[in-house]
């Protein structure tokens, strides 16, 4: 599976000497705040392996990009599926962990 490439942008324009445009829709007063096109969604659980060993854990992670629209409840989860490596690559990701004691 491939990473999205076109998930930071409203719109792009491509010149046949490979010069790309990416224009941005804006709010404010100024208008300089930038409205995302997609959110990206990065689910991480830690399972015990057995119940006689609680404390070594099977990690399992899963990694979606959702348009910022309006999505039918019909629409199926795996297609927002993304590689978890593209993840870090989209513009302004920040990680957070939680941890559950």
Same mark, same amino acid.
């Given at each position: 599976?491939?990473?999205?490439?076109?998930?930071?942008?409203?719109?792009?324009?491509?010149?046949?000497?490979?010069? &790309?445009?990416?224009?941005?829709?804006?709010?404010? *007063?100024? @208008? %300089?705040?930038?409205?995302?096109?997609?959110? #990206?969604? =990065? &689910?991480?659980?830690?399972?015990?392996?057995?119940? *006689?060993? @609680? %404390?070594?854990?099977?990690?399992?992670?899963? #990694?979606? =990009?959702?348009?910022?629209?309006?999505?039918?409840?019909?629409?199926?989860?795996?297609?927002?599926?993304?590689?978890?490596?593209?993840?870090?690559?989209?513009?302004?990701?920040?990680?957070?962990?939680?941890?559950?004691?």
């Amino acid at each position: 599976m491939a990473c999205r490439k076109s998930l930071c942008c409203m719109h792009r324009h491509s010149y046949p000497h490979g010069g &790309v445009i990416q224009t941005h829709e804006v709010i404010g *007063s100024p @208008p %300089n705040v930038a409205v995302p096109t997609h959110f #990206a969604k =990065v &689910v991480l659980t830690a399972t015990p392996c057995s119940p *006689s060993k @609680p %404390n070594d854990l099977t990690l399992s992670m899963g #990694a979606f =990009v959702l348009p910022n629209a309006i999505i039918a409840d019909e629409a199926p989860l795996e297609s927002f599926v993304t590689p978890g490596t593209c993840i870090p690559k989209l513009p302004l990701f920040h990680s957070h962990a939680v941890i559950q004691g």
